[in-house]
């Protein structure tokens, strides 16, 4: 795949992200590809499910999944508006998705009250499993990684989580 597919499909990442902030939800959003083409894509439902496991990246793993009748996705791309959190890298790895690109760092959700780093730093001894995610965990850069997160904080109504 070449740069513009991956910001394309990271665009749209962030879209579903600012989409979910309008509906009252988390501000991210992910978006599963297999040969070039959407499997699955969903958005943060935390708030609107009242379940915490209901971050973007796991909702569009259960979709991929069940859209290609099986666990593991080991020929598909994972791309999240926002870098994984600990729970969400953990499941893209039990489903064996080889790639993982997102648009906005970490920093960017902490920044605006997203704040895993104490869970990462249980589960790795540090901030960001850099020594297991190379080579799987990309960031590139895109106009508007930081929309959903600024969405979010225009939102007076938003539910802090």
């Not at 992200?17 to 992910?30: C, H, K, L, T, Y």
């Not at 259960?62 to 870098?83: F, I, M, N, P, T």
């Not at 790795?124 to 930081?146: C, F, H, I, M, N």
Request: glycine share 6%; net charge negative; hydrophobic share 45%.
């Amino acid at each position: 795949m070449t740069a513009n597919t991956h910001e394309y499909y990271l665009k749209k990442a962030i879209a579903l992200a600012v989409d979910s902030v309008q509906r009252g939800g988390g501000p991210f959003g992910a978006v599963i590809v297999r040969d070039g083409k959407v499997v699955a894509e969903a958005w943060n439902q935390v708030t609107a499910q009242h379940d915490a496991s209901a971050h973007a990246e796991v909702a569009a793993i259960r979709k991929a999944g069940a859209a290609l009748g099986r666990h593991h996705l080991d020929d598909c791309v994972l791309y999240a508006s926002c870098e994984p959190c600990p729970m969400c890298l953990a499941t893209a790895l039990w489903a064996h998705i080889p790639r993982i690109y997102f648009a906005a760092p970490h920093s960017e959700a902490a920044r605006v009250g997203f704040a895993d780093t104490h869970i990462a730093e249980q589960l790795y001894g540090q901030a960001r499993p850099v020594a297991l995610t190379e080579g799987l965990v990309s960031q590139l850069k895109v106009p508007d990684a930081s929309m959903p997160f600024e969405a979010w904080l225009a939102r007076v109504d938003r539910v802090e989580y």
